[in-house]
């Protein structure tokens, strides 16, 4: 069975565009931040929408005792179990309000870090191809053979997770499949599907180094390790032998 995907330790230039995009990340996430407190909202619900290439906000959240301006737009209100309780409101500002347009001018900010939060922007190489499933289980893990979990054919999977949302589909999917990052023992990896029928990945970052898929798997293991010693270190308040 072909490997679905192909691994690269980034250095020289993909390395410092990886840099850059977690510097994107952190400072789209401060703006968010900023935004928020503003307005004594908990947070903010948006992001990049790639379809109209833009930053797209779509709500103040506003948690008890905070409340949101008397002139916004309420959006939503949750309420508790019981519905005697309110949870949140969700709210923007109201349109061609001061509120509104200060909003504006942070999203125009957020919308110039957002750009570069996405590896496919980050490198230039466009969307990776669209990959049809069968029904069944998915690896969401960051180290992978292959996507869908055959139980005829198993292939053994990193521990580290990539983050994946969905791992099981009763029916057949469509599934965007995103180029995926990792830092495992100070270094940054870089997950990129192969062509479909081959072993050739779609795009090859550049000055990065391919890697073995055994070796990703060991790197993972030591990752793995790692993070359990400094939890217990950390919960013992001790260093571990």
Known sequence: MLAEYSFFRCEGKSLTLMEVMMDARAELEDL???????YDAGTIMGGWDEKQQRFRLTAFVFEPPAECPADWDVNNR??????????????????????????????????????????????????????SLPAGSYSNSFVQFHTLRDVAFPKPEGN????????????PVNSNDLLCHMNIGGDWYVR???????????????????????????????????RFNQ??????GRPLP
């Open 192 to 226: 990129v599907p192969n062509i479909a029928g081959t072993e050739d990945p779609q795009f090859t970052p550049p000055d990065a180094v391919r890697m073995d898929y055994q070796d990703m798997l060991r790197l993972d293991n030591g990752e793995k390790l790692e």
């Open 78 to 131: 949750q309420m508790s179990n019981d519905g005697k309780t309110r949870v949140a409101t969700f709210a923007s500002p109201a349109p061609g309000s001061k509120d509104y347009f200060n909003t504006l001018a942070y999203l125009g900010l957020m919308e110039r870090a957002a750009k570069n939060t996405r590896l496919e922007h980050i490198f230039q190489c466009g969307e990776m191809t669209y990959k």
């Open 160 to 171: 580290l997770k990539d983050g994946r949302f969905m791992t099981y589909s009763n029916s």
């Open 231 to 236: 939890l217990r270190a950390s919960s013992f």
């Open 32 to 38: 968010k931040t900023r935004l928020a407190k503003r």
